[in-house]
Structure formats: structure tokens, C-alpha cells
T-cell receptor, first 112, second 115 residues
Framework: SQQGEEDPQALSIQEGENATMNCSYK?????LQWYRQNSGRGLVHLIL?????REKHSGRLRVTLDTSKKSSSLLITASRAADTASYFC????????????FGDGTTLTVKP | DAGVIQSPRHEVTEMGQEVTLRCKPI?????LFWYRQTMMRGLELLIY????????DSGMPEDRFSAKMPNASFSTLKIQPSEPRDSAVYFC?????????????FGSGTQLSVL
């Protein structure tokens, strides 16, 4: 099975609200990354958090990492209709550093 | 930079035919990855190369699939013979590090339909 699992599978919110997505994984990791995929397009890297970091910010994005619980969350603040996309977490294992394993993704819909 | 370039964008073929997908990574990137995306299985890593050498091909589904990287600027993924269950979006991605994977840059993908 996939290393990462996102929760929820789908999320629908109003513009201006915050969106929170969660990712759980199974093995020790070097880092965890979040990607975004618009319909019919390739994935775009959003943010990376290393295993020794607990929180990271980038613009309206906030990522947390709890290695004891093997989980991460992605918060998008003040969402916009343009944030509508699928969001994936990807883990790079400590034992196989060249390989990113993706979760199943969360589909976010932001209603104008 | 033009980004990762994949061709063709769409491919429709009949069962049993050979399919070749192509990828040009970003110049200077030394790692290249082939992923397959389906609704049922999500994003699966098929194979990745570091400095043109295949490092891990454990995700290649079966012998019908093969991948090559003859030089730093070109890679192919070949399916022979193709089957309907191979229908998926195939993505190529590249990165600069290769050791500890930092950030993948994805192409726009090839939508493959095998009839």
C-alpha cells in the first residue's frame, strides 16, 4: 500500500475559509513534501519539511510534522477559488532516500 | 527553462501494440522518475534513474514495461505489448539531488488509452 495516506479524501469549503489536510505515513522518513495537482496537469511542489522540523510556513501555507505520530498536516489559510485542486503528500524514506512515495491525495474544492 | 517535457500528450492505441512514451528532463537535473497515475492505485513509482543509471525498477509492473535513459536529456518508457489495464496517465519527473530527494518537477503527463 502507499506510504502516505491523506485525510479527508475530499474537502469542500467557501472562499476565505481555511482548509486543513492530513497525511499519515508508516515508516521513518528523511522528509515529507506536499504537492498540488490541478485537473489534467502534472504535480507542482509546494513545500518540504525535514524530519527534524516541526513546522514550516510558505505564504498562505503552513505545514506541521509530528514524527512520533507519523503524521503531517497542510493548512491553507484564506482559501481562494484558485486553490481548488488535489493535494498530495510524498514521503522520502530514511532507508531509500532517492524515492518519493505519494499518498492518495485530498481533493479540495473552494467555492467562490 | 521549459520544464520537464513529455510526449505525446495523448496516446490511443489498440491492445497488443507497442507504446513509447518520451521525456526530456530539466537541463542539469541528474535524477529522473517515471510515475503512473490511476484512480484505483493513485501515483505509483515505476522506475527512477540517477545519472542515467536505473536505481530502482521494483515498481515496473511486469516484463512488458521497459525504460531507458541513453543520455542526460532523454528517457523513454516502452510498453510492449500494451493491454487495456495499462491505461493511465504516465508522468515523468526530474530533480537535482538524486541522493536525498528534495523536490520533483513533473511534466504534464501522457494520457494513455489502450483499447
Amino acid at each position: 500500500s502507499q506510504q502516505g495516506e491523506e485525510d479527508p479524501q475530499a474537502l469542500s469549503i467557501q472562499e476565505g475559509e481555511n482548509a486543513t489536510m492530513n497525511c499519515s505515513y508508516k515508516t521513518s522518513i528523511n522528509n515529507l513534501q506536499w504537492y498540488r495537482q490541478n485537473s489534467g496537469r502534472g504535480l507542482v511542489h509546494l513545500i518540504l519539511i525535514r524530519s527534524n522540523e516541526r513546522e514550516k510556513h510558505s505564504g498562505r501555507l503552513r505545514v506541521t510534522l509530528d514524527t512520533s505520530k507519523k503524521s503531517s498536516s497542510l493548512l491553507i489559510t484564506a482559501s481562494r477559488a484558485a486553490d481548488t485542486a488535489s493535494y498530495f503528500c510524498a514521503t522520502v524514506r530514511a532507508t531509500n532516500a532517492g524515492k518519493s512515495t505519494f499518498g492518495d491525495g485530498t481533493t479540495l474544492t473552494v467555492k467562490p | 527553462d521549459a520544464g520537464v517535457i513529455q510526449s505525446p500528450r495523448h496516446e490511443v492505441t489498440e491492445m497488443g501494440q507497442e507504446v513509447t512514451l518520451r521525456c526530456k528532463p530539466i537541463s542539469g537535473h541528474n535524477s529522473l522518475f517515471w510515475y503512473r497515475q490511476t484512480m484505483m492505485r493513485g501515483l505509483e513509482l515505476l522506475i527512477y534513474f540517477n545519472n542515467n543509471v536505473p536505481i530502482d525498477d521494483s515498481g515496473m509492473p511486469e516484463d512488458r514495461f521497459s525504460a531507458k535513459m541513453p543520455n542526460a536529456s532523454f528517457s523513454t518508457l516502452k510498453i510492449q505489448p500494451s493491454e487495456p489495464r495499462d491505461s493511465a496517465v504516465y508522468f515523468c519527473a526530474s530533480s537535482t539531488t538524486g541522493g536525498t530527494n528534495e523536490k520533483l518537477f513533473f511534466g504534464s503527463g501522457t494520457q494513455l488509452s489502450v483499447l
